[in-house]
């Protein structure tokens, strides 16, 4: 996602968008690992850029766990 859509979201729907990148993040980790392929490592390096701006606007906000 975008930064800009990541601003005009509240906290609690980044909440909810962090937990799910974070399950979606793990899910392909274990099919990389089980399948050898490395295709998907575009994808996972997204996830993990989007997991650290949602945790920056948060930090942010002050709204971080």
Do not use: F, H, P, Y
Request: net charge positive; no cysteine; aromatic share 0%.
């Amino acid at each position: 996602m975008k930064i800009k859509e990541l601003r005009a979201l509240s906290n609690e729907a980044l909440l909810a968008k962090l937990s799910e990148l974070k399950l979606d993040k793990g899910i392909e980790k274990r099919k990389i690992v089980s399948t050898g392929v490395s295709s998907k490592q575009v994808k996972l390096r997204e996830m993990k850029r989007t997991i650290a701006q949602i945790l920056t606007l948060l930090k942010e906000r002050g709204a971080a766990n």
